[in-house]
């Protein structure tokens, strides 16, 4: 082999390996930056958690120890009871009248064509894009103008009003996304209008109403500023949060937090496991 030969062979070489898809390459700016943000994100929440297990006393503001009584003894505080259901009602009828009417306007948003469609759509962004504490204090000046009591029911309809905003966003995209040649199978096999919408349209529809509801009921328990303009007397339990941090917050509020943080965990890992199953039982029937 001549040296121009070898030269040629070298290059060709070097081409070959220059080609070749290389491994993934790890930014360890990133990981970093990344591991910094979720410590800081899950600080709050571990310090929650850790506090709800202190030994009971006035305040729960030190650390004195671990204990379970505040877990044995979760319903020792009345009020702190009283608002946990209060903002478990609210959510739960806010969550299910919003993701009824938000997927009918969803619906009709995507499948129909009637005048005053753009203004409906641009109405139902504004309660996403105006600032909550201009939301509540419009909502209290309008409820004081007409003379109606602030209490439970206020917080309901409030709570309903911009969390349908927040189920048609979640839904439409979800309505886009279905063939509608799906619905008019069943509809040329004779399915009623009933039946085509129980069979066909709500199972399809079911994983985008879901996602709505539970970010839904996320946002109406954990809202605190817009419920302050409505509540009157009624007291919820973020309100009964902020009030209770003047003096001491129990640790029972500590212990309803952390429930709730860990019922939400359980939710979304049960998701993923059935996603996942649903996914490989589609790639073996497929």
């Not at 070298?10 to 390459?25: K, L, T």
């Amino acid at each position: 082999m001549t040296m121009q030969e070898a030269a040629v062979l070298g290059r060709v070489e070097e081409s070959r390996s220059a080609g070749r898809p290389r491994g993934p390459r790890r930014n360890w700016g990133v990981v970093v930056y990344s591991i910094l943000i979720l410590a800081i994100l899950l600080i709050p929440i571990v310090y929650t958690i850790v506090f709800s297990f202190n030994i009971p006393a006035r305040t729960n503001s030190t650390w004195r120890g671990f204990s379970v009584d505040n877990w044995i003894n979760i319903f020792a505080d009345p009020r702190v009871v009283a608002a946990f259901g209060t903002s478990i009602l609210v959510g739960v009828t806010a969550t299910l009248v919003a993701a009824a009417l938000g997927t009918a306007i969803a619906i009709a948003l995507v499948r129909f064509r009637f005048r005053f469609r753009t203004g409906l759509t641009v109405l139902l962004f504004l309660p996403m894009a105006t600032p909550e504490v201009v939301l509540g204090s419009g909502l209290g000046s309008q409820l004081l103008n007409l003379g109606i009591d602030t209490g439970l029911p206020t917080i309901i309809v409030a709570h309903i009003m911009f969390c349908i905003s927040f189920v048609v966003i979640t839904v439409r995209a979800r309505v886009a996304s279905l063939d509608p040649a799906i619905e008019e199978a069943g509809r040329d096999l004779y399915a009623s209008p009933a039946q085509v919408w129980w069979r066909i349209t709500f199972p399809m529809l079911l994983p985008g109403i879901v996602a709505a509801g539970l970010l839904s009921f996320a946002l109406s328990f954990d809202d605190f500023i817009i419920t302050a303009f409505v509540s009157g007397s009624a007291e919820t339990f973020p309100k009964y949060i902020y009030t209770a941090a003047v003096r001491a917050i129990p640790a029972q509020a500590n212990v309803f937090a952390s429930i709730i943080f860990l019922l939400a965990i359980i939710l979304v890992v049960v998701q993923q496991v059935n996603a996942g199953a649903r996914r490989r039982r589609y790639a073996r029937e497929g």
